[in-house]
């Protein structure tokens, strides 16, 4: 069993940056890979970024190549979503998500994820 809970959201200016993080507890953490997710109003949860448990492996959504990082740090039971050069677009609530055991490699749609956190407001402004 995985609990996660996210932080780092919050309102910015188009052009800033935010670094999302995600806490994990349970046993299993190091061995998830994980995923981030965001869902705007009236639209549907899409697929932000991934990364293995080794944080060795990534993918990213096209829309966000180039701007946005994801990392992890299994002794801190953290992943982290780094966003730069933020767009009034990217305006959503971001959710972390955790692949089941036995599912190590990357995976781009919710489905696919078991676990989930509450989900974390990031509002950008023009």
């Known amino acids: 069993q995985v609990q996660l809970v996210e932080s780092g959201g919050g309102l910015v200016q188009a052009g800033g940056s935010l670094r999302l993080s995600c806490a994990a507890s349970g046993r299993t953490f190091s061995s998830n890979a994980m995923g981030w997710f965001r869902q705007a109003a009236g639209k549907e949860r899409e697929f932000v970024a991934a990364i293995i448990w080794s944080g060795r492996n990534t993918a990213y959504a096209d829309f966000v190549k180039g701007r946005f990082t994801i990392s992890r740090d299994n002794a801190k039971n953290t992943v982290y979503l780094q966003m730069n050069s933020l767009k009034p677009e990217d305006t959503a609530v971001y959710f972390c998500?955790?692949?089941?055991?036995?599912?190590?490699?990357?995976?781009?749609?919710?489905?696919?994820?078991?676990?989930w956190g509450q989900g974390t407001q990031v509002t950008v402004s023009s």
């Open positions: 998500a955790a692949r089941p055991l036995g599912r190590p490699g990357i995976a781009t749609v919710p489905l696919e994820y078991h676990y």
